[in-house]
């Protein structure tokens, strides 16, 4: 079994945090975010650290404070630090461009495509072929990413689409006559 609520999540000096019965509200440089906490899991700051522990020991209650310990990290380092996904284009044409806090895309499509960017989310695109997406909220960060990509996905025989920079999209072979 995983023994990742025993960690304690250190806390940086600049972020502050709120605890309550059933809520914790995490503020830093980055923005603020809150978490409701489970009946089944005790968190106690002190000391400049967080501490994550199930109220009972049986498996549910056990998972659930290793979930809730590792959700509480993800809201520290993203008020503090902050998560950031890029995204490449590839592909002729392929372009993106910011307007004003809107996301224009030209993807080969007969139209170009306008995507809104959420509150929370900085949107920043470095050259024509690159997506920066910053935010304090990595599920938040993410989901955006994954629905940029989806507007047009990689596809494995020339390798044309939108990836993520870390990603390697595994080519095909053509059809042989």
Known sequence: MSRVANNPILVPSNVDIKLTDREIKIEGKNGFLSLSIHELVNVVYKEEALYCSPKRSEKYSESLSGTLRALISNMVYGVDQGF?????????????????RNLALNLGYSHPIEFISPEGITIEV?????????????????????????????????????????EIIVRKEAKKK
């Open 126 to 166: 470095p050259n024509s072929t690159e997506i920066l997406i910053k935010g304090a909220d990595k599920r938040k960060v993410g989901q955006v990413a994954a629905d940029i990509r989806n507007f047009r996905l990689p596809e494995p025989y020339k390798g044309k689409g939108i990836r993520y920079t870390t």
């Open 84 to 100: 950031v996904v890029g995204l490449q284009l590839v592909g002729v044409g392929y372009r993106a461009q910011l307007q004003g």
